[in-house]
């Protein structure tokens, strides 16, 4: 079926340092592919999507590039704030079998030191 | 216009009892989704509901739990005989259309168990 992956978490990075997350997806249709942020004591918030295949999400500073040749969906960002802290989710819709799904990775928390 | 709202956003219950989550979702929305978060863990999906049908329930637990979106109110998430293991924060979402695009969250309603 379906499914997300992302890194385990927690990751720890100096204020300026560069973000990775690694995303990949398992889906037998054509999802379209999300990252969503969680700060603390709030619900998620889109922080980009992309639709298609070589679309590129962005939004604060934050890019992910969606692979269809490697199935992934990684977010970067080249410089981290301290404000950046947060559980940062990867998730999928796609219509399989006539049935619509919305399907989220197990989140990774980043901490970002002053 | 008004996010998605929550209530109440905190809920104690001692062991038995009944648990009542309410969810109003954006003005337009006809589409709402249940999600329960365990501590430290990822997001789960439990349902998937419109204007009075449930269209998916596959992440509901098949006993004390459901769930509905009557024509007229906010969707309820109730769980009868609340247990020790029922403590999560339940998070509602809603869409304007089918589950492909953005869902919009709300900030969650923190269950505890005692």
């Known amino acids: 079926g379906d499914s997300v992956t992302q890194m385990e978490g927690p990751v720890t990075l100096s204020e300026e340092a560069c973000l990775t997350i690694n995303c990949t997806y398992t889906a037998t249709g054509y999802p379209s592919l999300f990252w969503y942020v969680q700060y603390p004591g709030e619900g998620l918030q889109l922080l980009l999507k992309?639709?298609?295949?070589?679309d590129k999400g962005s939004n604060k500073g934050f890019e992910a590039t969606y692979r269809k040749e490697t199935t992934s969906f990684h977010l970067e960002k080249g410089s981290v704030q301290v404000s950046d802290s947060a559980v940062y989710f990867c998730a999928l819709s796609a219509l399989t079998s006539g049935t619509y799904k919305y399907i989220f990775g197990t989140g990774t928390r980043l901490k970002v030191l002053a | 216009n008004a996010g998605v709202m929550q209530n109440p956003r905190h809920l104690v219950r001692r062991r038995g009892q009944e648990a009542r989550l309410r969810c109003s979702p954006m003005?337009?929305?006809?589409?709402v989704y249940w999600y329960r978060q365990l501590p430290e863990e990822g997001l789960k999906f439990m349902v998937y509901?419109?204007?009075?049908?449930?269209?998916?329930e596959s992440g509901m637990p098949k006993e004390r739990f459901s769930a509905e979106f009557p024509k007229e109110g906010p969707s309820i998430l109730r769980i009868q005989q609340v247990v020790r293991g029922d403590s999560a924060a339940y998070f509602c979402?809603?869409?304007?259309?089918?589950?492909?695009?953005?869902?919009?969250f709300g900030p969650g309603t923190r269950l505890t168990v005692t």
């Open positions: 003005k337009g929305h006809s589409h």
């Open positions: 992309a639709t298609k295949a070589d």
């Open positions: 979402a809603s869409s304007p259309v089918a589950p492909l695009d953005e869902q919009y």
């Open positions: 509901l419109q204007k009075e049908n449930i269209i998916d």
